[in-house]
């Protein structure tokens, strides 16, 4: 089976960087997605790690470690706009598993 | 570009009522199909997937029912809705080819609100 674990919320503010991590054991894996949900909205993808490092893609970076079992969503220059639920997803031999998310509350 | 359409947005509907929620993919063929439902404080649980027509894998014991009677077609049904099954309704679909695509993220629609009362 799958267990991801992350922060249920994050405070930070207005231009700052912030850091979500996720911890997770499994049975198999085939990558690490990162997602992020606006309340009343569905999920919208950010970004995907099969081996470990760091993957940049723009304001938002994702980093993984196999063998911790560890990832973390950095999130730079933040604005207003990205107050939201992040959730980690882990693929497994055939489906995605969610974690619970981390709320991220931006604030000026 | 590929499209993902799921109605209606919002349900209100009483207890012991049926329930059909449908989904619809343009834009791609054969892919795989999820129906995923996020309960108020919850995370995202995995209900149904299907890799092909009439194939269907349910990930969890419950009242709810999947069908996919072509390619690119996913229904939700139950014959009684519980209580229980309040929440936000998702469908997704990610690439084909069974679960080669490693690396195809999932792609979800707007969502149903149902509210069971």
């Known amino acids: 089976g799958q267990n991801i674990d992350q922060p249920t919320e994050m405070t930070a503010t207005e231009g700052a960087i912030v850091q979500i991590n996720c911890t997770y054991q499994t049975s198999g894996f085939n990558g690490l997605f990162w997602y992020q949900q606006h309340a009343g909205e569905a999920p919208t993808f950010l970004s995907y790690n099969v081996l470990d490092g760091l993957e940049e893609k723009g304001r938002f970076s994702s980093f993984l470690s196999r063998s911790k079992g560890y990832s973390y969503l950095l999130l730079k220059e933040l604005q207003m706009k990205d107050s939201a639920s992040y959730l980690c997803a882990v693929k497994g031999y055939s489906t995605l598993t969610f974690g619970k998310g981390t709320m991220l509350l931006v604030s000026p | 570009s590929q499209t993902i359409h799921q109605w209606p947005a919002t349900l209100v509907q009483p207890v012991g009522s049926p329930l059909s929620l449908e989904c619809t993919v343009e834009g791609t063929s054969n892919p795989n199909l999820y129906w995923y439902r996020q309960a108020a404080g919850r995370g995202l649980q995995l209900l149904f997937y299907?890799?092909?027509?009439?194939?269907i894998s349910s990930e969890v014991p419950q009242n709810l029912s999947a069908s996919r009677p072509q390619d690119r077609q996913f229904i939700l049904s139950s014959k009684k809705l519980l209580l229980s099954d309040s929440g936000f309704y998702l469908c997704a679909w990610s690439g084909g080819q069974g679960f080669i695509s490693y690396n195809s993220p999932l792609h979800f629609g707007n969502g149903t609100r149902l509210t069971v009362t």
């Open positions: 299907s890799v092909g027509i009439g194939q």
